[in-house]
C-alpha cells in the first residue's frame, strides 16, 4: 500500500550556517561594533548576546532572515523572553522538531473529517499516512499544505 510520513524537522546543517553568517554579520556591521554581540548554537536552542533590547530585535531580525534565505522556515522559531542586565541582553531562541502529540492529533483528525481514503496513524513524533491510491495521498498532501499549522510540515517516505 502506498504510504507517506509527516513530520517536521529542521535541516542542522543549514541551521548552524544561518548562525555562522548572522555573527558574521554582526562582528562587522557599524552599529553592533565593541558590543561584543554574539550568537550561540546549543543543540536547539540559539541564544543571542548583546547590550540593549533594541540590538536583540536587530539580531533577531538578522537571524530571521538568515534562516529565511537558507531555506530553514521560520514559523519551528519560538522566541523566549529576553532577560536584560545591567550592561547586557539575553535572549534565547527555540527551534521547535517532531509534530507534538496534539498537532499530531488534530492532522488525523482534519484528515478523517475530510472522509478521504486514507488512514492516518500517529507513529511518535510523525504521522503515518496510508491509502490504496496513489490520488488519495495527494489530495491529503495538498489539504495539509492548504492549512496553517504554526509549524512546518515535510512529506517523506513516500512509497508505492
Keep these: 500500500m502506498p504510504s507517506f510520513d509527516v513530520v517536521s524537522e529542521v535541516d542542522k546543517h543549514e541551521l548552524k550556517n544561518a548562525v555562522d553568517q548572522s555573527n558574521r554579520e554582526v562582528t562587522t556591521r557599524f552599529d553592533f561594533k565593541g558590543t561584543e554581540s554574539v550568537y550561540v548554537l546549543s543543540d536547539s536552542t540559539v541564544t543571542m548576546n548583546t547590550q540593549s533590547e533594541f540590538q536583540l530585535q536587530q539580531m533577531l531580525d538578522i537571524l530571521q532572515i538568515k534562516l529565511t534565505k537558507r531555506g530553514v522556515d521560520i514559523t519551528c522559531l519560538e522566541v523566549q523572553e529576553s532577560e536584560l542586565y545591567m550592561n547586557s541582553a539575553k535572549q534565547d531562541v527555540l527551534i521547535r522538531e517532531g509534530l507534538e502529540s496534539v498537532l499530531a492529533k488534530k ?43 504554526d509549524m512546518p510540515l515535510q512529506f517523506e517516505n513516500f512509497r508505492d
Design 107 to 149: 492532522i488525523v483528525k482534519m484528515i478523517k473529517d475530510r472522509k478521504l481514503k486514507v488512514q492516518a496513524q500517529i507513529q511518535g513524533d510523525q504521522v503515518r499516512v496510508t491509502g490504496k491510491k496513489r490520488d488519495d495521498l495527494q489530495q491529503v498532501i495538498q489539504v495539509l499544505k492548504a492549512e496553517d499549522f
